[in-house]
């Protein structure tokens, strides 16, 4: 690993304000899981490191009036296991707690949760592709077994969070802070497709810091469970996640939301297949349908078309457990 | 890491040491604008170099104080300036748990820290738990039941557990499996860690 610059600033304006114009001469380190994979593999060469773990204006699980509001710098261990985030945002808790190990767990932020950049193996080999600045997606035409297959092109990246398909599907907004200015961006818009930006997974500027997740209750009387199938049981990305969350009454589906992640370049929700279950039962017939829809639209490359059927089998399960 | 780096932070005494790890530091900088300064004129102030930090930590219980670059992670930190060598680098990329020790209670990769990251923090590792007289019983466990083949994974799987019992004293099988799932152990010795796990929830019960 190249050496840096690095101070650790009092204040989220300070930390803010050691922010440049572009992505990748200062960078921000919370965690730093990810961000140390980078440096040591020579992916990014800052010339200074920004911690911000500290930062006070990052901490905390506190009430708000719709729900919870979260620091960024919470970690995912402390989300996994707070009482209050398992009862007013269990998918959120759920997911939290499917991220890598327990040591990934006791590492690892929220905000840095969201934030991470893909695994692509191109990516990480340090392939001149799009997300290195480059004009081309080298896994298009090659080794792309773990790609997507919806909202790809032209990078097929997938996004590789556990926690943002159980934000998306609850709903919350990212708070964000360029320490002069602040805005609040609802968790859907906050991450784009390629087509948008094919270089970036978010519209994060290079000069602004998550600083809070504001994260709605679930409804009243929702169930909801995030559902992780890898390559193995445990340490792994997904090859196909799912939130989902569904609000029964009187024996039929209120509400739905079912949000995929590893299958997109950001988490995908999966609006058809909301719509195939609000109004029925929930049961084996409704979950299969809801299952197919979700894949509605999926085009795999070369390598990936077994995703398809994993997903539909990955929504179906999910559902069949609420039921 | 750049041989320089090693020889500044393992004590550094020498002003040449220093004058080379510093020039290494600053990089391209000062070896291309200033290639005929002399030694004498080069900054003497060694906290002035902004990728130099002096980090506090307490481990096991012994509180040190080293100056080092800001690229040296945790485990190189604990390893080669501490000279604490129990702890073991495996994949150096959170892939495989060999490093893992305790920071302020809780287990973590030290490979994938910083150690300006963790300065005023507080740090067990295997040496920290028991001597070859005196073991601690969650190494007894481990050897009582034969936790380990090559042994390489086993310092990282003792802090695991170590971790795991503070926090959940009479853990299940299944519940030792989930909080032993970052330790890998490329023996495979699987089934005996989660003996041992048990048994040294046991022994230390007793
Ligand atoms: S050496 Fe740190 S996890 Fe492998
Ligand atoms: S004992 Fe050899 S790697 Fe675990």
Redesign the interface.
Known sequence: ???????RPATLRDAASQLGREHNRVML?AG??DV??E??DHLREPE??V?I?HLKELQGIRPSRTGLRIGAATLL?DIAESDVIRQQAPVLAMAAGKV?????R??GTIGGNICQRPRCWYYRNNYPCFKHGGNTCFSAAGENDFHAILEGGPSFIVHPSDTAPALVALGATVRISSGSRERSVPIAEFFVTPRQDARRENVLQPNEIVTELEVPSAPAGSKAIYVKEMVR???DFALCSVAAMVTVQNGVVQNARIVLGGVAPRPYRAAAAETALVGKALDEASATAAGEAAVQGARPLAKNAYKVPLTQAVVKRALLSLA | MADDDREQSEGAVSRRAFLKGGAAATGALSATLMPGVAEAQLPLAKDADPRLTTVDLRVNGVAYRKEVPNSRTLVEFIREDLKLTGTKVGCDRAMCGACTVILNGRNVYACSMLAVEVSGGDVTTIEGLGTTDALHPIQQAFIEKSGFQCGFCTSGQIMSTKALLDKMPRPTEDDARLLMSGNLCRCSAYKRILESVMTASRLLQA
């Open positions: 690993m190249d050496n840096f610059s690095y101070a380190i730093g899981t140390l994979g440096l040591k200074r490191l911690p773990r261990a890598g190990t327990p040591q990934i006791n590492m049981e445990m340490w």
